[in-house]
């Protein structure tokens, strides 16, 4: 057993709009220069909860909410500036598309990438990790973590999230190991 503690809060969503609901209650937290780094294989909601966490944010359109292809950054305008990046089209992030994601990291947006695991590297000292899983044909597994000792950590602690978390006889919750 990892003596490290291990701090995460974990959903099962059973629909694409429970989905998007958990992404809201996400990014109704989310502040000025926060980096939300989305993992996890095809098809496992990434899009679908990056679309609830901007409407947290308070973008009111989700149609304009599509994965960048042939550019590396949308930007959406909420509540705040929102940057959003899809990796999945590269091998791994370098050169300048390397410097444009720092960039990012380093304004006053918030940047929420999908398939970020293609520039982890690059990720900032503290970013909150979300973790997607297929859990079955409409299931989701959602896990939000925080890396480095972030102000977002304290989120992870925030009781809207928390009333989100699965109960444990479902095998889940919010949970120190
Ligand atoms: N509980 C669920 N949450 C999210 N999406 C779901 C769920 N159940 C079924 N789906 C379906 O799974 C697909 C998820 O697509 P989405 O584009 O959000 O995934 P993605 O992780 O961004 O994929 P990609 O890696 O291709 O970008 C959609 O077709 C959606 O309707
Ligand atoms: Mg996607």
Redesign the pocket.
Known sequence: MSMRPKQYVEWL????K??KQIGRKIGLLLRNGDVVALF??????????VKGIAKGIGLKKESQVV?PTFVLIHEYKGRHKIFHM?W?RLESLKGFDRALAEECFNSQAITLI??ADRGKKTLPKEYLRID?EHGG????RIRLSAKGRTKNFLCLFHPKLIRYTIPKSEGGQSREE
């Open positions: 969503s059973h629909s694409p429970t989905t996890g294989g095809l098809g496992t909601g990434k899009t679908t909860l994965s899809d999945y999908e398939w997607l044909p409409r299931v989701r």
